[in-house]
């Protein structure tokens, strides 16, 4: 399996109504750090035939990613999550612990105040 492969089966997963963050997806895909990769994975899903749910994907801001590269689908992204009843706050963000997913097995799912941790690449020796 092929690593965006493994990417591609975690988002998969993501059920109606419910947002993951890149950096989630990355993590659970055993790709901890690699949330930018999960982004150049799902840039190469081929719209509008595929079965990945790209668009239950965003950023650890709750935030559409927008960039001129996307040829318009972030503003696809934002209206198929809109068409799956996850609504935008007044400040344009999704609010992750409403639609934030929690896969099984996992306690919580993204928060705002935990999106934005970073997981450290070496441990201080004690």
Not at 37 to 62: C, E, M, Q
Not at 73 to 91: K, S, Y
Request: hydrophobic share 35%; charged share 20%; proline share 9%.
């Amino acid at each position: 399996m092929t690593t965006y492969d493994r990417i591609y089966a975690v988002v998969r997963q993501i059920p109606p109504g419910t947002v993951a963050t890149y950096g989630q997806v990355a993590a659970l895909a055993g790709l901890p750090g690699r949330a930018r990769l999960v982004g150049y994975a799902l840039f190469r899903v081929t719209l509008p035939s595929t079965d990945i749910p790209w668009h239950r994907v965003i950023n650890a801001k709750g935030e559409v990613s927008h960039s001129p590269q996307r040829r318009g689908t972030d503003h696809i992204q934002a209206q198929l999550l809109a068409d799956e009843g996850i609504e935008r706050e007044a400040n344009g963000r999704i609010n992750l612990r409403r639609y934030g997913w929690t896969p099984p097995g996992e306690k919580t799912g993204p928060s705002e105040e935990s999106a934005t941790e970073c997981i450290p690449f070496w441990k201080p020796s004690l």
